[in-house]
């Protein structure tokens, strides 16, 4: 094992937030929504938009908004409980090793990787649309630019996530408020919005997957912005309010301007509109904070996984991405079809983390293991002695991730988060009272920034 020496922007990647470093509810209120509200959101109402009525948009948004707000506010409440981000918090269900590799696969990839890349291409389709005659503005060359300017935000830490989400979060709800009464005054008023039909079709189940999958992988790594907050109720209250105030009111908003405006692509809807050139700006400002939470996170994972310091992982992560952004704005231009196929299989696939995560903490600990403290349950003591792998996660989320993938009816992150919540808890009453040893392999945690 060897240890790190702590940097100004490491952010106490691997160890507990101590006190003096905690923000209270509105801080978190704020970075919560500001952070994960993003342009990705817009062009998700957009895909919504383009295949159901208001009223079925409507049903299948607060439907996906609930099951997003339960996920979010138990991962929040225990990364506030523990002081850890989600990959050091995965030590406990799923063992360090299994922790390491299950964050790298479903978190570096997904969410480092995965969304900031979808972040960086569509500012790369913004760019485009200011300027599409430009060379430097073409999807894929503004792809690259765009996402090295997001990677020098993270470099820095939460405290930029802080600072640029006062900023952020007046402009995104003022540009979808304009959005909306232009597109209502210009276009027949509500009455058109109730009425008007989509371009093509897409049923409530997939709707409902592609709102949870837009959204789920910010909810699993909540605790990586709630484990900074002072008590754990601030956690739970920042993450529901910044849900039914923010997040629906943006994908409402986009979906009766898509449908009234015509195109899926909402800043050309907005361009029709003649909102201009403040309006794309805003939006690139609402990419910029989206994709730092998103490489940030995924900077964590990296960190948890391969010793490295926080600070120059989110460099190799955010290069990879970035490289990613620019091959999709080369091959696919501004086609939404990428990102389509990228929230549903996200939606179908970690909502099983989030089940085995919950059973562990919530029920396995107090009840079968006995830690009745929540302040103990995720807690890493230095010189104590913690496992490499725990039988239980691992299988868990395996039976959850399969649900989630193949059961052909339901919706997918429902199916995948029951089973996974459900197959835990058996499964390690039923090892308990067999006396079957479910974690395996034992490793001295020493504390700091060890590995």
């Known amino acids: 094992m060897t240890e790190q020496k702590r940097t100004t922007f490491d952010d106490y990647s691997l160890e507990e937030v101590p006190s003096s470093e905690r923000y209270g509810l509105y801080n978190l209120f704020l970075t919560l ?7 990705a959101v817009l062009f998700a109402g957009g895909v919504l938009g383009g295949g159901l009525s208001f009223t079925n948009a409507l049903i299948a948004i607060m439907a996906g908004n609930i099951i997003l707000s339960v996920i979010g506010a138990l991962t929040g409440v225990i990364g506030a409980y523990s002081g850890l981000s989600t990959y050091v918090g995965w030590r406990f269900p799923f063992g360090r090793i299994a922790g390491k590799i299950l964050g790298f696969a479903l978190i570096t990839v997904t969410t480092g990787i995965g969304w900031f890349a979808v972040e960086s ?13 430009n060379p430097l503005f073409s999807v894929w060359v503004a792809a690259l630019w765009g ?3 997001m990677i020098l935000s993270t470099y820095i830490g939460y405290k930029a996530l802080s600072f640029l989400s006062y900023f952020i979060l007046p402009q995104h709800v003022w540009l979808i408020a304009v959005g909306l009464i232009l597109a209502v005054s210009l276009h027949g008023g509500w009455g058109a919005v109730w009425s008007a039909q989509p371009s093509s079709s897409m049923s409530m189940a997939d709707a409902i997957t592609a709102v949870v999958g837009l959204y789920i992988a910010g909810s699993l790594i909540a605790p990586d912005i709630t484990r900074f907050a002072r008590k754990p109720s601030n956690a739970v209250v920042a993450w529901v309010l910044h849900m039914f105030i923010f997040y629906p009111f943006l994908l409402i ?6 449908l009234l405006a015509g195109s899926v692509i909402i800043t050309e809807d907005m361009l029709k509109l003649g909102m201009g050139f403040g309006v794309l700006l805003i939006i690139i400002l609402g990419q910029w904070i989206i994709n730092t939470v998103n490489l940030y996170s995924g900077s964590l994972s990296f960190t948890n996984a391969i ?3 926080r600070d120059y992982s989110s460099i190799i ?8 952004a620019a091959y999709w704005g080369y091959s696919a231009g501004a086609s939404l079809q990428p990102f ?3 929230i549903t299989l996200l939606g179908s696939l970690l909502p099983a983390a989030g089940g085995s995560v919950f059973a562990d903490f919530f029920v396995v600990k107090p009840y079968i293991e006995g830690v009745k403290n929540a302040y103990e349950r995720y807690k890493l003591i230095p010189g104590k002695e913690y496992a490499d792998l725990n039988l239980v996660g691992v299988i868990s989320f395996i039976l959850g991730s399969l649900a989630g993938l193949f059961l052909n009816f339901g919706i997918a992150a429902i199916n995948a988060l029951a089973v996974a919540f459900i197959a835990h808890i058996v499964i390690a009453a039923i090892f308990k009272s067999a006396g079957v040893k479910y974690e395996l392999g034992k490793y001295l945690y020493k504390g700091g920034l060890e590995k």
């Not at 908003?253 to 898509?258: D, L, N, R, S």
């Open 340 to 342: 389509e196929n990228f």
């Open 33 to 39: 929504s500001a952070a994960f509200g993003a342009i």
């Open 121 to 133: 291409w569509f500012f790369g389709v913004v760019m485009n649309e200011i300027d599409p005659t």
């Open 317 to 324: 992560v955010g290069i990879i991405g970035t490289l990613l």
């Open 307 to 309: 010793p490295i310091r």
């Open 253 to 258: 908003g986009a979906v009766a301007i898509v």
């Open 147 to 149: 996402g090295a300017l």
